[in-house]
């Protein structure tokens, strides 16, 4: 099979692309594609668990305690343990965290017109569907 004909190939080109697309506009808030993920978690609920999150993002939890590291260097979150469980720790975006929700969901939907702006609706749908199917398929290991 050639390499161009090769679905690895095609989907690691494509998110790479649009990976360091968002990375350059993101880069005037000091954050990540990867770290904008934990932030979209915390921004819809008030707490997470590095494990919560790691389920939702689709990554090992040691990715994501890398990310909290630097988010929290950054001063975008914080982690909070549970005084009763000491075991658990709880991470909560601070203010500052919160106050990119606004400017970073704009950028989110600005790179999204962008990638999407040549495909019809029905197509834009169509590639998210095929997307979800594959991203949630369980394949032999």
């Not at 004909?5 to 692309?17: G, K, P, T």
């Not at 890398?66 to 988010?71: E, H, P, S, V």
Request: proline residues 2%; contains cysteine.
């Amino acid at each position: 099979m050639e390499l161009k004909d090769c679905i690895n190939f095609l989907l690691s080109a494509a998110q790479h692309n649009v990976f360091q697309y968002l990375s350059l506009r993101l880069s005037a808030y000091g954050v990540t594609p990867s770290q904008y993920s934990v932030l979209r978690c915390l921004w819809g609920r008030s707490h997470a668990t590095p494990k919560q999150l790691a389920e939702v993002l689709g990554i090992e939890t040691s990715t994501v305690s890398g990310l909290l590291d630097r988010l929290q260097k950054n001063g975008l979150i914080d982690r909070i343990v549970n005084l009763e469980d000491r075991r658990e720790v709880q991470v909560i975006a601070t203010q500052k965290g919160k106050d990119l929700e606004e400017p970073i969901t704009k950028i989110i939907d600005e790179v999204n017109a962008e990638v999407l702006k040549d495909y019809s609706e029905k197509e834009v749908l169509e590639l998210k569907n095929i997307l979800r199917h594959i991203a949630s398929e369980q394949f032999d290991k």
